[in-house]
C-alpha cells in the first residue's frame, strides 16, 4: 500500500495535500481549481494561460499541480485574479465566450502591469529634542567631530544630518556640529 493511499490522499503525491490546502489559504482556493475554471471557460490550453500571465508553462504546471505552493512574481499574480475577474464578469464558464473575445482579454491581461502603492506609514510620533552639548575630545585629544572629519567632507555630513535629523535629532546635532554647522 502506498503512503497516498494509506494517509487517505488518494494518488496526489506526498506533500500536494499540504500544498494545496496553503494555496487555499492563500489564494482563496487551490490554484488548480482556478486554472482549470480558467482553461475551461476560455476554451485555452495551460500553456497560453501561462503566456498570458507572463509565467511559463511548466511553472503554471507546478502550480496548477500543487507541486509548488506560491506565486512568486505579484505581477503574475495580479494578472491571473484579473483575469479571474474579467471571466467572472463575462460569465465563464457558464456563457461561451467567442474566440476573438478571448483573445483580446489574454491580450489585455497580457499588457497589464501591477504597479505597487505602499501603504503610508503612520505619522511618527513626537519627537522631543533635548539639547545635545558640543562634542569634547576625548582624553586622548581627538573629538568624535575630528574623527568623522577625517573620513568625510562638510557638505556630506551636513547631508547625513539632515537625513538623520528627523529620526535621531541628537545623531544629527553631532554631525551638524562635525560639519561645522551647529543647529
Known sequence: MTSAARSGT?????????NRARQAELYGAPLGDRVRRLTTGLHITQARLARALGISAAML??????????IGDPAVLARLLLLDQRCTELGAPAEPIPPRAVEVLLSD?????????????PPAPPVRLRPVAPVAPPAGGSSAADALRRIAAPARLAAAAATLGP????????LRQAAGRPG
Open 109 to 121: 491581461v497580457a499588457r497589464a502591469h501591477w504597479q505597487f502603492s505602499p501603504t503610508p506609514l
Open 61 to 70: 504546471s507546478q502550480l496548477a499541480s500543487g507541486r509548488r505552493v506560491k
Open 167 to 174: 529620526g535621531f535629532p541628537e545623531l544629527a546635532e553631532v
Open 10 to 18: 488518494g494518488s496526489y503525491p506526498p506533500g500536494v495535500v499540504e
